[in-house]
Nanobody, 115 residues
Framework: QVQLVESGGGLVQPGGSLRLSCAAS????????MGWYRQAPGKQRELVAR???????NYADSVRGRFTISRDNAKNTVYLQMNSLKPEDTAVYYC?????????WGQGTQVTVSS
């Protein structure tokens, strides 16, 4: 089993920034991918950004150029730096880890962008 603990959500004004963190613990394997998904009320969960253990990244078109995903493999931690936030970024953000054919999820952290 893998446990994921997220932190860093909150309320921010449009144009502001937030940084999310997600630390993994438990049965950790070196070959994996970690990422962030989000789910807004009434919408399906969607991929925001993803990074593999060798550093390859991909982003949703809606966040490319504003969000940056990174990871510290020594700490088994993934980060999401979110800049130029918009009201449409408001959602619950979930950390995800994929390893050995299994998906693991964090409990979610609320991000609200509002004036």
């Amino acid at each position: 089993q893998v446990q994921l603990v997220e932190s860093g959500g909150g309320l921010v004004q449009p144009g502001g920034s937030l940084r999310l963190s997600c630390a993994a613990s438990g049965s950790i394997y070196s070959i994996n991918a970690m990422g962030w998904y989000r789910q807004a009320p009434g919408k399906q969960r969607e991929l925001v950004a993803r990074i593999t253990s060798n550093g390859s990244t991909n982003y949703a078109d809606s966040v490319r150029g504003r969000f940056t995903i990174s990871r510290d493999n020594a700490k088994n931690t993934v980060y999401l730096q979110m800049n130029s936030l918009k009201p449409e970024d408001t959602a619950v953000y979930y950390c995800n880890r994929f390893q050995r054919g299994y998906n693991y999820w964090g409990q979610g952290t609320q991000v609200t962008v509002s004036s």
